[in-house]
């Protein structure tokens, strides 16, 4: 009841979609540029606790949900000095969340340049866990995490298919920069937990693919694309071990070293 932190988050988020629409648009961002910066500071007064720096579920409330901070967490509204203590929280918490909120939660993890916890949770073995609905047997995505935490349970449930575009957008990195896919940009997170990976995608030009790999002192991100698309990136201590444009075929390279993933 009342003014809730959550359901903040999500329209602070969903007003920041709005503006990156009218920057693509060519549209004034004024307004709500500074309606954003108004949100965002009431936001942090209204709902973050003053002794722990926690963001607390609503006004009024002491308590301090999982809910409550991984949607400050997703939303960029988490004070620099208050993150050690927000990401100390949902470490505590683990994913005491359903499927669906499970999305925001990792995305906002990752965001915050903590691919490897995000990935642990992934891929966890517990009653709430992708794991678990292997273990039940099931062949796609389920709406719950198990069939006895909701009598209905769909068996295959778009929502709850998180780890697909993470492990695309976030952690092999790949965006697509203009519409129809003409100019890519990549940007890969990969955490340590994951030593290799492998994607094909379907692009209106063609088929995309992309494979990476670790050893011991060296990663390796191979990626193809078809002929007439842009590549962005990868930056971040990347570097090209070969480059073909007129192929589409790209060979980045990086060493490891400690704090570099």
């Known amino acids: 009841q009342g003014c809730q932190t959550v359901l903040n988050g999500h329209y602070y988020k969903f007003l920041g979609a709005c503006r990156s629409i009218q920057q693509a648009a060519g549209l004034d961002t004024e307004h709500l540029s500074r309606r954003l910066t108004a949100m965002q500071e009431a936001f942090v007064r209204t709902f ?8 607390v579920d609503a006004v009024g409330s002491n308590h301090s949900s999982l809910h409550a901070n991984a949607i400050a967490l997703y939303a ?3 004070p620099a000095q208050t993150r050690p203590a927000v990401l100390g929280h949902l470490r505590q918490k683990g994913m005491v969340c359903g499927v669906w909120f499970a999305d925001f939660l990792l995305q906002g993890l990752i965001e915050a340049g903590q691919a490897d916890f995000a ?4 891929t966890r073995d517990d009653p709430r ?3 678990n609905m292997l273990a039940e047997g099931a062949t796609a995505c389920m709406e719950a995490w198990g069939a006895d935490q909701k009598w209905n349970t769909s068996w295959c449930h778009g ?3 998180a780890p697909i575009p993470l492990l695309v957008e976030h952690f092999l990195g790949i965006r697509h920069v203009e519409p129809g896919w003409r100019v890519i940009r990549i940007q890969p997170r990969m955490p340590r937990g994951l030593k290799s990976l492998g994607l094909h995608l379907t692009l209106p030009q063609g088929k995309l693919t992309v494979t990476y790999s670790r050893s011991e002192r060296t990663e390796l991100y191979s990626l193809y694309v078809p002929v007439g698309v842009r590549v962005e990136g990868p930056g971040d201590h990347w570097v090209a071990r070969s ?3 007129k192929r589409g075929a790209y060979l980045f390279e990086r060493g490891l070293r400690q704090g570099t993933i």
């Open 159 to 161: 929502w709850a298919s």
């Open 76 to 78: 960029g509204l988490v």
């Open 119 to 122: 990935f642990d949770l992934m």
């Open 243 to 245: 480059a073909d444009a």
């Open 48 to 55: 973050r606790h003053v002794r722990s720096g926690l963001f």
């Open 129 to 131: 866990s992708w794991s």
